[in-house]
T-cell receptor, first 114, second 113 residues
């Protein structure tokens, strides 16, 4: 089945230790998104790629970076995680990149910061 | 700027009862409106969306929503709740000027036997 896959499902890191979360998709969608969802809150968009074009949200901290080496993969790098970065990180995809697109979400990676 | 307000962070209904989850939006341009469902420890799944055309939208699992421009609302309903409907429901908005979604704070639906 075509899908959005996130690895790992659970990630534990230490305060200040860089961490990378992975997202892959078999849908061949041209847009990939990263959302942060803190406990009992709405998902909040961090950034998205439209093909290779990176689009950062204005209020996304510099601590968060992203890479998209090819259509299928997208990575979220947190350079120096703080306790406040503990959250569920959701990857989503869509095509062809319109505001009416349905977004397809992965199961998420739950990040714990010790 | 867009925003979405979901009234009621928790809603509890009995199995077989009507489900009504409220969503109001604010947008300076014609909006596109979405309802997503999230089961525990899972990603979000689209229930339904309104883009243009018919204002009553039918979705999966027996849910439907009606776009009411005069009330700036997009409430989600289901005539008869099932235990499997227990989940978190998010209303979201986008528009032609913005590819990404702005989500409401969510409503957790409990279904009592």
């Amino acid at each position: 089945d075509a899908m959005v896959i996130q690895n790992p499902r659970y990630q534990v890191t230490q305060f200040g230790k860089p961490v990378t979360l992975s997202c892959s998709q078999t849908l061949n969608h041209n847009v990939m998104y990263w959302y942060q969802q803190k406990s009992s809150q709405a998902p909040k968009l961090l950034f998205h790629y439209y093909d290779k074009d990176f689009n950062n949200e204005a209020d996304t901290p510099d601590n968060f970076q992203s890479r998209r080496p090819n259509t299928s993969f997208c990575f979220l790098d947190i350079r120096s995680p703080g306790l406040g970065d503990a959250a569920m990180y959701l990857c989503a995809t869509s095509t062809p990149g319109l505001a009416t697109d349905t977004q397809y979400f992965g199961p998420g990676t739950r990040l714990t910061v010790l | 700027a867009q925003s979405v307000t979901q009234l009621g962070s928790h809603v509890s209904v009995s199995e077989g009862a009507l489900v009504l989850l409220r969503c109001n939006y604010s947008s300076s341009v014609p909006p596109y409106l979405f309802w997503y469902v999230q089961y525990p420890n899972q990603g979000l799944q689209l229930l339904l969306k309104y883009t243009t055309g018919a204002t009553l939208v039918k979705g999966i699992n027996g849910f439907e929503a009606e776009f009411k421009k005069s009330e700036t609302s997009f409430h989600l309903t289901k005539p008869s709740a099932h235990m499997s409907d227990a989940a978190e429901y998010f209303c979201a908005v986008s528009d032609t000027g913005r590819r990404a979604l702005t989500f409401g704070s969510g409503t957790r639906l409990q279904v009592q036997p």
